[in-house]
T-cell receptor, first 112, second 114 residues
Framework: EAGVAQSPRYKIIEKRQSVAFWCNPI?????LYWYQQILGQGPKLLIQ????????DSQLPKDRFSAERLKGVDSTLKIQPAKLEDSAVYLC??????????FGPGTRLTVL | GENVEQHPSTLSVQEGDSAVIKCTYS??????FPWYKQELGKGPQLIID?????GEKKDQRIAVTLNKTAKHFSLHITETQPEDSAVYFC?????????????FGAGTRLAVHP
């Protein structure tokens, strides 16, 4: 079974630029999550989708972050404009029915 | 809000020794407690989980215990090996908007020395 795919794996941008991350969940997984993991901390949930609907985006900084999951499969997370404090690893995870979440390898973002 | 505290932040053991990592949670409604292992440059990988109707669960060298009254749970690794070296995260589920979400601890960096 293929795991959660993410791209790119690394991204370096200047502050105020925009960036987008892509995630392809495990086939058949209805729930998709985006997490932000700052160095030395645990993952923090940014947004959770159930199929193509948002069920929790309470921690998403909506003035600069946006996410979509068209057709209930792939998802993109965008930051515009980026700030220095957005430097982190962005993790995508998916789950089927149970709570068990499967994580992708993450995208490491560096904002200069 | 919901909170998960994890201790210690770093742990160094000799190969063959046991390692114990402890977590406490604040939401008494939490009913699912997974443990993840994260190696350098990789995403977290689920290694074991426990649900609130169970007090202990074991899988080979790994065991997890849960005390719902005290709101804490622990990860036990026996006969540690160098390949166990990684960052370990505990998490607790919390209900939000009708859906469960995971609240993670800050992580424990485990180093197993040969």
């Amino acid at each position: 079974e293929a795991g959660v795919a993410q791209s790119p794996r690394y991204k370096i941008i200047e502050k105020r630029q925009s960036v987008a991350f892509w995630c392809n969940p495990i086939s058949g997984h209805a729930t998709l999550y985006w997490y932000q993991q700052i160095l030395g901390q645990g993952p923090k949930l940014l947004i959770q989708f159930q199929n193509n609907g948002v069920v929790d985006d309470s921690q998403l900084p909506k003035d600069r972050f946006s996410a979509e999951r068209l057709k209930g499969v792939d998802s993109t997370l965008k930051i515009q404009p980026a700030k220095l404090e957005d430097s982190a690893v962005y993790l995508c995870a998916s789950s089927f029915i149970s709570n068990e979440q499967f994580f992708g390898p993450g995208t490491r973002l560096t904002v200069l | 809000g919901e909170n998960v505290e994890q201790h210690p932040s770093t742990l160094s053991v000799q190969e063959g020794d046991s390692a114990v990592i402890k977590c406490t949670y604040s939401d008494s409604a939490s009913n699912y407690f997974p443990w993840y292992k994260q190696e350098l440059g990789k995403g977290p990988q689920l290694i074991i989980d426990i649900r609130s109707n169970v007090g202990e669960k074991k899988d080979q060298r790994i065991a997890v215990t849960l005390n719902k009254t005290a709101k804490h749970f622990s990860l036990h690794i026996t006969e540690t090996q160098p390949e166990d070296s990684a960052v370990y995260f505990c998490a607790a589920s919390s209900l939000s908007g009708g859906y469960n979400k995971l609240i993670f601890g800050a992580g424990t960096r485990l180093a197993v020395h040969p």
